[in-house]
T-cell receptor
């Protein structure tokens, strides 16, 4: 059974810091891995999607890497801003299950001025 | 383009009462998902529809939960009777058919509180 774990559970940092959020999964048989952002009272917004054959994806100040063999992904946020405060969720799409996503519990990030 | 619409946004009920949640997916999206998100946890899939057919309902507690997607467009998720442990956020998502990497788009969710 696929399990996804995110560390740390919560993070509070001053503005401007570079951050690393970690995600690990137990079964390397995945199609892809996604990072989502969730703001309080709102749904999830997809940030980055990495296919199983890829090593990383970048969007603006965000960079996500994937090491499928070791079951790990990291989300790197450069020069953090207060607007980055949200919960970041990692999800893997399991092989053999059409578009079935298994989510981690998330990392709750607070960036203070 | 309108996103996934859910209503109500918040619902407070007494235990043993019935409750229903409604979802309208993005126009043209044939796949619809209902997720349950407990406080401090990631979403967990309850049921997935391809058009009007439920193709994955293995995680849906069928003794008290039911869902329908008539005409393959909007969908309703019902709980009857509700229990205290059902307090959570119920998320709806939709995606377009096609490539394996088709993205799921999520609605804002319905926050249910059972007293």
């Amino acid at each position: 059974k696929q399990e996804v774990t995110q560390i740390p559970a919560a993070l509070s940092v001053p503005e401007g810091e570079n951050l690393v959020l970690n995600c690990s999964f137990t079964d390397s048989a995945i199609y892809n891995l996604q990072w989502f952002r969730q703001d309080p009272g709102k749904g999830l917004t997809s940030l980055l999607l990495i296919q199983s054959s890829q090593r990383e994806q970048t969007s603006g100040r965000l960079n996500a890497s994937l090491d499928k063999s070791s079951g790990r992904s990291t989300l790197y946020i450069a020069a953090s801003q207060p607007g980055d405060s949200a919960t970041y969720l990692c999800a893997v799409r399991v092989a053999g299950g059409y578009n079935k996503l298994i989510f981690g519990a998330g990392t709750r990030l607070a960036v203070h001025p | 383009e309108a996103g996934v619409v859910q209503s109500p946004r918040y619902k407070i009920i007494e235990k043993k009462q019935p409750v229903a949640f409604w979802c309208n997916p993005i126009s043209g999206h044939n796949t619809l998902y209902w997720y349950l998100q407990n406080l401090g946890q990631g979403p967990e899939l309850l049921i997935r529809y391809e058009n009007e057919e439920a193709v994955d309902d293995s995680q849906l507690p069928k003794d008290r939960f039911s869902a329908e997607r008539l005409k393959g467009v909007d969908s309703t998720l019902k709980i009857q009777p509700a229990e205290l442990g059902d307090s959570a956020v119920y998320l709806c998502a939709s995606s377009a058919a096609g490539t394996p990497s088709d993205t799921q788009y999520f609605g804002p969710g319905t926050r249910l509180t059972v007293l």
